[in-house]
């Protein structure tokens, strides 16, 4: 006995001695502050450094070190004298168990007593070569390599040389031999008046034959102007997706720290690309200048031509509109200045084509009808026809115009800002009816000014804060906190610029003010699910009551029910009618019916008759019927569900049988165990059973999260610290100081 007795205590010291970096007997152990957890100090060297380069490389944080075991924040690293103590004895008594001098030597190599293992981290800004620089100089690269320079001259004078057929063919060669004469008169009088234009004017006319095609990231290269920002904001993205940078990352499940990467690296080109777009438009106001100021000024036109700068597209427009204003007014021009007037658009592709070559000169010369033209373009409906509209850019305009009428809220707590997309909660009392909480303070129990806790327990705290002489009249009562938040454009039908408030669900945050199951147990009353997560089955295990705002429903029962955490008078019981998938006949709500989370998205549900007839048929094994697995005809594991009525005339739900092996077992182990023989798990799985004490929310991604009150079932103890369980559908690890053993 007193063998089997060391013998296990020799197990469980090898189990703490162990690195969970390495998976071996631990060698120059480091304890990391504040967790304790203990690692190999070349374990722990090699996994800060990969942190520090990630950090780097995504530009995030300058200390992103956390523990490889339980994720918290790491702040410095010491020697334990109870371990290498521990250590020491255990290898003494076990020498096989220990390394190797050949490992021994490596990991001293990598790594001494007493170096720092948190190496440092300098995010530096990057220069006009960094790597976001390059991406934007790719993409633009791209876009412009969609017309090879050389392909489109070929284009221009195959297109030349048809139209110069076309015009033969159709005035003769007599009306063309005097056109030619009439070009020839006009290019030499252009010539001896206007010099310099000469050696400037091809180049527009031939911008002019450049064809348009369809480009991935065509507005960025239509003007070097500063565009708003919705436009900047458009193009951008439009040159990040053409690039490919976010392929296979699902933009709809990004993490918050993918969020928050992304988002910098999207500010950060963009503000580069202000930057540049700024010199470079200082630079062709120098070089216009530099061109205009030998100029002769012996043309009157060249007199009347605006002096408007490239990068004020407000200007343009103005120019554009008083030169309408103008024509309206009675100043109609020649009819061969409307000849050769440019669509106002043409404008616009004139500067994209152009690029860095476009002068101001040129970019607002369209906007005056310049008499010195040589060539006469022909007047045809073709010059004035309506642009193709793109309904995507039409649509996000809307979408910004919309999107403008959004205030900005932040948490009056933690002073976190735009979370008015994000679940919040919302006082109409404190601060003028201006006080926000963000979902993290709220549930860490950080009310409003006047709040005195979740739910039911509110009240009674309010009480037990009454002075001896009692609180004066008029005194106000407790604050309640308003769940809301605003749309995202696309995402619901509802206007943008109008909050969606009241009942959302606590655990995918969805809108659930038509169908709002609330628990009054969990959080003392102030948790629910909506209808998608209580047919998966992600709920609690308490008994559920249906409810709905009264504005969702057609006829209103005279039933109104109290629930602590929505307003007063506003929320009534939900009549519940489910039909069998199989008989379609209703189900009475006392009676069970057998529940699959995974058919038909969890919506699907069979009466007792119809499924004991479906196991007398064979249409399902008598393994896996009633007495069984209690198995769907697709396979899945079913709970046995039914409605109960309450004091008041309400249907709570209630889950009276579990599903066989619960959410730990896999659906492949309970295959296995249904073909062998033996006796099946019992309903809800094994292990244990805990009731929280407090709400835990921030969690790793391997971790559980419950709110108070919550019932965590077929729990494993981990270690002394840590359990492993599951709630509501979900499974992850959890510290046992949180709950109590039922």
């Known amino acids: 006995m007193a063998e089997d007795t060391s013998s296990s ?24 502050l504040d967790c304790l957890h203990t690692f190999c100090g070349s374990c722990l060297k090699e996994w800060f450094s990969w942190q520090a380069t990630s950090a780097v490389q995504a530009r995030r944080t300058t200390h992103p070190y956390t523990c490889p075991s339980c994720r918290a924040e790491v702040r410095g690293t010491r020697p334990n004298a109870t371990v290498t103590t521990l250590l020491d004895m255990y290898l003494t008594s076990h020498p096989g168990r220990s390394k190797s001098e050949a490992e021994k030597e490596e990991m001293r190599n990598h ?24 991406l934007m100089d790719e993409v633009r690269m791209m876009s412009m390599a969609d017309i090879d320079p050389a392909v489109a001259a070929n284009r221009r004078a195959q297109r030349t040389a048809r139209r110069d057929d076309r015009r033969r063919n159709q005035h003769g060669s007599h009306n063309h031999h005097r056109e030619s004469s009439h070009r020839r008169e006009h290019s030499s009088r252009q010539t001896s008046q206007q010099p310099r234009s000469a050696d400037v004017r091809p180049r527009g006319q031939e911008t002019d034959d450049r064809p348009i095609e369809h480009q991935p990231s065509l507005r960025s290269l239509l003007s070097a102007s500063e565009t708003d920002s919705l436009e900047v904001q458009e193009e951008i993205m439009q040159s990040i997706l053409s690039s490919g940078i976010l392929e296979g990352i699902d933009i709809d499940h990004l993490t918050t720290e993918q969020e928050e990467e992304l988002t910098e690296r999207i500010a950060e080109a963009y503000r580069r690309r202000r930057h540049r777009q700024r010199e470079r438009s200082r630079n062709h106001e120098r070089r216009a200048r530099t061109d205009s100021e030998p100029r002769p000024a012996s043309s009157g036109n060249a007199e009347r031509r605006p002096r408007t700068r490239v990068d004020n597209p407000e200007g343009a427009r103005g120019a554009i509109h008083a030169q309408r204003t103008r024509t309206a007014s009675g100043t109609q021009p020649p009819a061969e200045g409307i000849a050769r007037t440019v669509h106002p658009l043409e404008v616009v592709r004139r500067q994209g084509n152009t690029n860095n070559h476009s002068t101001p000169t040129l970019a607002t010369s369209p906007l005056v009808p310049d008499t010195s033209d040589p060539v006469e373009r022909p007047f045809s409906a073709a010059n004035f026809a309506p642009e193709p509209v793109n309904q995507d850019s039409i649509q996000a305009v809307a979408a910004a115009h919309r999107n403008a009428n959004i205030p900005e809220v932040s948490c009056n707590r933690c002073a976190k800002e735009n979370i008015q997309h994000d679940l919040h909660y919302h006082c109409y009392k404190c601060n003028d009816g201006d006080y926000d909480l963000c979902l993290d303070c709220y549930r860490a129990g950080r009310g409003c000014n006047h709040w005195f806790g979740f739910g039911y327990a509110a009240w009674p705290r309010y009480q037990r804060a009454e002075p001896p002489e009692g609180y004066p009249v008029g005194h106000e009562p407790p604050h309640t906190l308003l769940a809301r938040k605003y749309p995202r454009p696309g995402s619901s039908d509802q206007p943008l610029d109008r909050p969606q408030e009241g009942a959302f669900c606590d655990l995918c945050h969805s809108f659930a003010n038509a169908t709002y199951w609330h628990c009054y147990i969990c959080l003392e009353g102030a948790w629910g699910c909506c209808a998608p997560c209580l047919n998966r089955g992600h709920h609690c295990t308490h008994p559920l009551l249906p409810v709905a705002h009264t504005s969702t429903l057609t006829n209103t029962p005279n039933l109104i029910i109290p629930i602590p955490h929505l307003p007063e008078n506003q929320y009534v019981p939900l009549p519940i009618r489910q039909d ?57 594991r079913m709970a046995v569900v039914s409605f109960q ?22 659906e492949d182990e309970a295959s296995v165990s249904a073909g062998a023989q033996g006796a099946l798990p019992p309903d809800g799985g094994v292990g244990l059973r805990c009731l929280a004490l407090w709400g835990r929310f921030e969690a790793a991604e391997d971790e559980l999260s419950f709110p108070k009150n919550a019932e965590v079932r077929e729990a494993e103890r981990m270690n002394e610290d840590w359990f492993w369980g599951v709630y509501a559908g979900m499974k992850g690890l959890f510290p046992g100081n949180h709950v109590r053993l039922l």
């Open 111 to 134: 790594y001494k007593p007493g170096e720092d293992v948190i190496p440092p981290v300098v995010i530096t800004q990057d220069s006009e070569d960094s790597e976001d620089e390059r």
């Open 9 to 32: 205590g020799s197990l469980v010291l090898e189990k703490e001695l162990t690195c969970s970096i390495c998976t071996d007997i631990m060698y120059q152990p480091l304890t990391l």
């Open 645 to 666: 009525e309450t004091p008041e005339g309400a249907l709570q739900r209630r889950v009276k049988r579990e599903m066989v092996g619960g959410w730990a077992l896999k």
């Open 580 to 636: 069998c998938d199989v008989c379609h006949y209703p189900i009475p709500p006392a009676a069970p019916r057998f529940h699959c989370h995974a058919c038909n998205a969890g919506d699907y549900d069979v009466c007792a008759d119809c499924y004991a007839g479906l196991a007398g048929s064979g249409k399902i094994a008598p393994a896996n019927g009633p007495a069984g697995w209690r198995r769907c005809p697709q396979g899945h």
